[in-house]
């Protein structure tokens, strides 16, 4: 019943944004508030589980693709950059601008969770690095870059003027950061 919660909760607030109420959910999932409340606390703390297992799918993901023996490092940069939760589908773009917004406890979860996954491409990279199969770089400047750019794709307000959901934005940036400038024709195949 936990997990279902999770799901209807993210459900609601891709559709109403953080406006949801606890009755709005409990209608939706056909039980009482009072069963709602037999797993969470308050709706801070639902939103929290929700984030928690937005972070979660991410990670499985991750580790998935980083293990995954029959990616190329391209392949698995690519991939990494771009992955999105599964399990939940399409964040609405106006729901990321209002956690950020109004939540700033979760956008203070948002920061450790980039780092963790950058120190995984990192770990990548570097290897890449020492066995010569990449030039040496200024890993600082790059992290720098991941974290300002990852954050800055999902901006709203960007978004909306460009005419470009998130999931668009970030894989572009995935591609960009992987091939650089290169022409399509010149791309190693994926």
Known sequence: MRDRIVMAAFEEMNTRGLRFTMGD????????KSTIYQYFDSKDELIE?????????????????????????????????????RKF?????????????FMPMMKAKVEPFRKEKWLRMETMIRHEIDEGRL???????LERIYMLVSNG???????????LSAREAIATFAEIITFGLMRTKDMPER
């Open 49 to 85: 589980a929700v984030t928690n297992a937005i972070f979660a799918d991410i990670r499985e993901q991750d580790e998935e693709i980083a293990a995954d023996p029959n990616l190329s490092f391209l392949q698995k940069m690519e991939a990494l950059l771009s992955v999105f939760p």
């Open 135 to 141: 030039r040496p770089i200024n890993l600082v400047v």
């Open 153 to 163: 794709l999902v901006d709203y307000k960007f978004l909306t003027q460009n005419r």
């Open 25 to 32: 959910l409990a209608r939706a999932l056909a039980i009482s």
């Open 89 to 101: 589908g399409p964040i609405n773009e106006r729901l990321i601008d209002e956690t950020e917004r």
